[in-house]
C-alpha cells in the first residue's frame, strides 16, 4: 500500500483556532491509533508530542515499546502507530462539552485519514467517546476502567483496547497492556479480504 504521507509531525496540517495546542504525532499508515483526552490532561506540550512530558510518560511509552508500538522513546519514534487527542487545544480549566464538540472535526478527520485498525483510547473520557462513536456500543453507566483495561472490545470496523489512565496505574497494568497488544499481533487483527480477484488484473484489493 502506498504511504498516505512520510511526515510524523502534525502529517495533516491541522491548526486549529488556539494558542496552544498538540497535533497528532507518529506514523500515518498506522494500525495502531493512540487516543487521549486534551493536554492539560495528558501532556505534551513542550516536545508537541501526545503523552510526552508527564511523571508517568516513560511508563505508557515503556509498554508501548514492549509490545513493538514504539522503536525508541528518546527521541520518541513510532511503529505502525499514532498518536492524537480528542481536544488538541490546551483548555483554561476542562474542557465545556462545546468545546470538544468543536474540537471533533479536527480529530475525527485525523482518524479517518489514517484508518488504523486497533483504537486504544486512554483515560474514561477518550474510551467514552470511542465506544459511544466508532462501535454500536452505548454506556449508560461510569465507564469502568479497571475492568475494561486492556480487553479487546469489536467496534464498526476498528478492534478497541482501552488503557487506563496511566497516571493511576498499578503495578501489573502495564504488563497487562503489554500482553494485549501482543495477543492482538499475534491474530489477524486487520480482518481484511481480498476482493481483488474479481476484478481484472493481479492488483490486491482489501476492504475491512
Keep these: 500500500m502506498k504511504n498516505v504521507t512520510d511526515r510524523t509531525h502534525n502529517p495533516f496540517g491541522m491548526q ?3 494558542p496552544s495546542f498538540v497535533p497528532g504525532y507518529g506514523d500515518a499508515n498506522a494500525d495502531f491509533h493512540v487516543v487521549g483526552d486534551h493536554p492539560g490532561v495528558h501532556g505534551g506540550l513542550e516536545a508537541s508530542i501526545p ?10 511509552f515503556d509498554a508501548l515499546a514492549d509490545a513493538g ?3 525508541d522513546v528518546d527521541p520518541v519514534s513510532m511503529n505502525r502507530t499514532f498518536l492524537s487527542y480528542l481536544h488538541m487545544c490546551l483548555p483554561d480549566g476542562d474542557p465545556a462539552p462545546s468545546s470538544y464538540d468543536d474540537m471533533e472535526r479536527f480529530f475525527d478527520a485525523e482518524l479517518r485519514a489514517i484508518a488504523a485498525h486497533v483504537l486504544l483510547p486512554v483515560g474514561a473520557r ?15 453507566t461510569t465507564i469502568d476502567m479497571e475492568a475494561l483495561h486492556a480487553t479487546e472490545l469489536l467496534g464498526s470496523g476498528w478492534l478497541v483496547v482501552p488503557v487506563r489512565d496511566p497516571a493511576a496505574w498499578e503495578a501489573d497494568e502495564g504488563a ?23 476484478f481484472a488484473g493481479n492488483d490486491p484489493y482489501l476492504v475491512r
Design 69 to 71: 508500538l514504539v522503536t
Design 176 to 198: 497487562q497492556l503489554v500482553e494485549a497488544l501482543c495477543d492482538v499481533q499475534s491474530t489477524d487483527f486487520r480482518r481484511e479480504s481480498d476482493l481483488g480477484r474479481f
Design 16 to 18: 486549529p483556532d488556539c
Design 51 to 60: 503523552f510526552t512530558g508527564e511523571p508517568w510518560s516513560p511508563t505508557l
Design 126 to 140: 477518550a474510551t467514552e467517546h470511542v465506544l459511544e462513536t466508532y462501535t454500536a456500543r452505548a454506556w449508560k
